[in-house]
Structures are given as structure tokens and as C-alpha cells.
């Protein structure tokens, strides 16, 4: 499993938006993870994995996944069926989705954007 709170100039981050809530947690000093799982939600016949799901982060302290979602709203309703699948197969996970506008608010509040 990767450090917990690593450096963000040493990650690779997959959307600027990952970036910003990284930045948010570091300042509040909440431990986090960057994609450190990838769940297993679909498979084939044989057994084989054929679909996973890697939430954007893990924060330990709240044992809570956190999902990003700021792409175009067409791909949120494919993101929520994964969501959901996950929820289904693993009850005990708790994961939080982060929609575009409360993404927006989030780095408004905390004078992120110009």
C-alpha cells in the first residue's frame, strides 16, 4: 500500500481536480491516499476480472474512499452505476462522491480558483 499523505509533487495525478483535493486535505492535515485500491466489480464467466473500480483516494482516518467527478456529466452516470455496483459487493466500504458543483464549492470556499 502507498505512504499515506505522500508528497504531491511525487504523484502523478490523473485531473487537475485530483491535485486541488490533495492540496485541500494536506492543509487540513487529513491523511490520504492516492488511488490505493483497485476493487474488482465485474467478471467474466471463468472467473476473470473483467471490471475494476480505483476511487481517486482513501482517507484511513475515516475509512472512507473519496470519488472525484468533474468530468463531462455524461461519463457521471456510467461512474455512479460502478459506484453502486461497488457498494453492493463490498457493504462495508464507505465511499463519498464528489459531483462537479461540490467540487466547485469546495475550491471556491477555500479560495483555490481565481
Not at 465485474?42 to 471490471?51: L, S
Not at 468530468?71 to 464528489?98: A, D, G, S
Amino acid at each position: 500500500m502507498p505512504l499515506v499523505h505522500t508528497d504531491i509533487k511525487n504523484i502523478k495525478f490523473a485531473h487537475p481536480s485530483e491535485k486541488e483535493c490533495a492540496r485541500i486535505l494536506d492543509f487540513y492535515q487529513i491523511k490520504w491516499l492516492y488511488e490505493p485500491d483497485s476493487l474488482p466489480i465485474e467478471w467474466n464467466e471463468k472467473g476473470d476480472v473483467i471490471q475494476s473500480f480505483t476511487p481517486d483516494f482513501y482517507l484511513p482516518d475515516f475509512d472512507l474512499y473519496i470519488e472525484l467527478t468533474t468530468l463531462n456529466q455524461k461519463l457521471v452516470t456510467k461512474k455512479n452505476k460502478k459506484v453502486k455496483r461497488l457498494t453492493e459487493l463490498y457493504p462495508k466500504i464507505k465511499i463519498k462522491v464528489l459531483y462537479q458543483k461540490d467540487f466547485r464549492k469546495l475550491i471556491l470556499k477555500y479560495g483555490l480558483c481565481k
